[in-house]
C-alpha cells in the first residue's frame, strides 16, 4: 500500500506526507534529509518562504504553485521530525491552525458581527492575539517576538508590540527628528574608527528608520524590495546601453554611469 500510495499522482496529503516519512526511514530513507535536524532544515524554510514571495511580486503564477509547494514541503518536514521526536504530529498541526482561524474570526465562524473595518478586525485579530499569549503566561510585552525573524520585520514587530503598551512616539515628527540624531552619532562614530560602536550606531539608524516606516503605515520590507528592484532595474539599463558601446561597467567610469542611470530615471518618468 505505501508504495501505491507514493507513486499516486491523486495521493493529495496522504501522498506527500507519506514521502517525508519514507524519506525520513533511518534503514531505508535518503541519508541526507535522515541525517537533518531542525536547525539544519529551518534556513530552508525561511528561503522557500522568500521564494513563494519573489514569486508573487514578479506575478509569476505558474512558479508560485511551485514555491508554495517547496514551502508545504518545509512544513511536513518539520512535522515529521517533530512525530519522530514524540513532540506532535503534522495532524495536530493542522488542528492547532484549524482551532486558531476559527477562535480569530468570531465574525465568520461566531455570532459576532461582520459589519466592521479591516482595520477593527485587524485590532481585534491582536487584542485575540495578546489574550493567547497571556494564557500562555508570556511574561514580557516583547517575549514571544521570534528571534529568526529577518532583522527589519522583527524590529517592525518589536515597536508595534511597545506601542500598544503606549511605548512610542506621539508623531511622525519626533521620529524624523530621532533620524537626524541618529545620523548624526553614526557619522561621529566614523571618525572613530570603532568598528563596533559604527556597527551599533548604523544598527540605530536603521531602527528608527523603520519605526518612521511604521508610523507612515508603510512596510519597510516591501519598501526595500521595490527600492531594491528599482536599483537592479536601472544598473540593467547602465550594462544595457555601455554594451551597445561595446564596453562592460568595468570598462566605464563612475561618472558615465552616473549619467546613464539619470537616463534610466528620465526613461522611468516618461512611461509613468
Known amino acids: 500500500m505505501p508504495d501505491d500510495l507514493v507513486h499516486d499522482p491523486d495521493g493529495g496529503m496522504p501522498r506527500l506526507l507519506e514521502i517525508m516519512r519514507r524519506l525520513r526511514d533511518p534503514v531505508t530513507g535518503c541519508p541526507w534529509d535522515i541525517e537533518q535536524d531542525f536547525a539544519?532544515?529551518?534556513?530552508?524554510?525561511?528561503?522557500?518562504?522568500?521564494?513563494?514571495?519573489?514569486?508573487?511580486?514578479?506575478?509569476?503564477?505558474?512558479?508560485?504553485?511551485?514555491?508554495?509547494?517547496?514551502?508545504l514541503l518545509q512544513a511536513v518536514y518539520h512535522a515529521q521530525m517533530a512525530d519522530e521526536a514524540g513532540h506532535f504530529a503534522f495532524d495536530d498541526?493542522?488542528?492547532?491552525?484549524?482551532?486558531?482561524?476559527?477562535?480569530?474570526?468570531?465574525?465568520?465562524?461566531g455570532d459576532e458581527s461582520r459589519d466592521k473595518s479591516a482595520e477593527q478586525q485587524t485590532r481585534d485579530w491582536e487584542a485575540q492575539k495578546a489574550r493567547e499569549r497571556a494564557a500562555r503566561a508570556k511574561g514580557g510585552v516583547l517575549d514571544d517576538v521570534a528571534l529568526g525573524l529577518p532583522a527589519l520585520l522583527r524590529a517592525l514587530k518589536l515597536q508595534k508590540r511597545a506601542a500598544r503598551v503606549g511605548f512610542d512616539w506621539p508623531?511622525?515628527?519626533e521620529v524624523v527628528a530621532k533620524i537626524v540624531e541618529e545620523a548624526?552619532?553614526?557619522?561621529?562614530?566614523?571618525?572613530?574608527?570603532?568598528?563596533?560602536?559604527?556597527?551599533?550606531?548604523?544598527?540605530?539608524?536603521?531602527?528608527?528608520?523603520?519605526?518612521?516606516?511604521?508610523?507612515l503605515k508603510i512596510d519597510p520590507e516591501e519598501a526595500l524590495r521595490g527600492a531594491n528592484a528599482k536599483f537592479v532595474?536601472?544598473?540593467?539599463?547602465?550594462?544595457?546601453?555601455?554594451?551597445?558601446?561595446?564596453?562592460?561597467?568595468?570598462?566605464s567610469n563612475l561618472a558615465e554611469m552616473d549619467a546613464l542611470w539619470d537616463a534610466a530615471k528620465a526613461a522611468e518618468r516618461k512611461t509613468d
Open 40 to 71: 539544519t532544515i529551518a534556513p530552508y524554510t525561511i528561503e522557500e518562504a522568500y521564494e513563494v514571495a519573489d514569486a508573487i511580486e514578479r506575478q509569476a503564477w505558474g512558479d508560485l504553485k511551485g514555491e508554495l509547494g517547496d514551502l
Open 93 to 109: 498541526v493542522v488542528r492547532d491552525i484549524a482551532d486558531k482561524m476559527v477562535d480569530r474570526h468570531p465574525h465568520v465562524f
Open 171 to 173: 508623531s511622525t515628527d
Open 184 to 215: 548624526h552619532e553614526l557619522a561621529e562614530a566614523k571618525h572613530s574608527r570603532d568598528h563596533a560602536a559604527l556597527t551599533e550606531e548604523m544598527g540605530d539608524l536603521l531602527f528608527v528608520v523603520a519605526n518612521l516606516a511604521r508610523h
Open 233 to 251: 532595474r536601472r544598473f540593467r539599463f547602465i550594462e544595457a546601453e555601455l554594451a551597445k558601446l561595446g564596453r562592460t561597467p568595468e570598462q
